[in-house]
């Protein structure tokens, strides 16, 4: 079955950069929008980013201006490019995308911004 994989989490210092991937493990046909969560412990899942087949984008106010949401249709990939990190971007990312009417999930991963 279709996961998403994601990669680049890590450490970083404030003012910093990051760029996460999301892939799918296989071909995926009739993919529709994709995005980015994240979650902090005890807060609620907050919507970061999204983007839908032909490009159109939306950021949540606190990272408009400093965060990227790209695709890639061919290679089944979505980007989240993170730049001027701050201390409260520290989470656990994690992207989706919709198959038809069906949301698949990453496993995650996390970023730190801190010195």
């Known amino acids: 079955q279709v996961q998403l994989v994601e990669s680049g989490g890590g450490l970083v210092q404030p003012g910093g950069s990051l760029r996460l991937s999301c892939v799918a493990s296989r071909k995926i046909f009739s993919i529709n929008d994709m995005g980015w969560y994240r979650r902090v412990p005890g807060k609620e899942r907050e919507l970061v980013a999204t983007?839908?087949?032909?490009?159109?984008?939306n950021y949540v106010d606190s990272v408009k201006g400093r965060f990227t949401i790209s695709r890639d249709n061919a290679q089944n990939t979505v980007y989240l490019q993170m730049s001027s990190l701050k201390p409260e971007d520290t989470a656990v990312y994690y992207c989706y995308a919709y198959v038809f009417t069906t949301r698949i999930w990453g496993q995650g991963t996390q970023v730190t911004v801190s010195s």
């Open positions: 983007i839908t087949s032909d490009g159109s984008t």
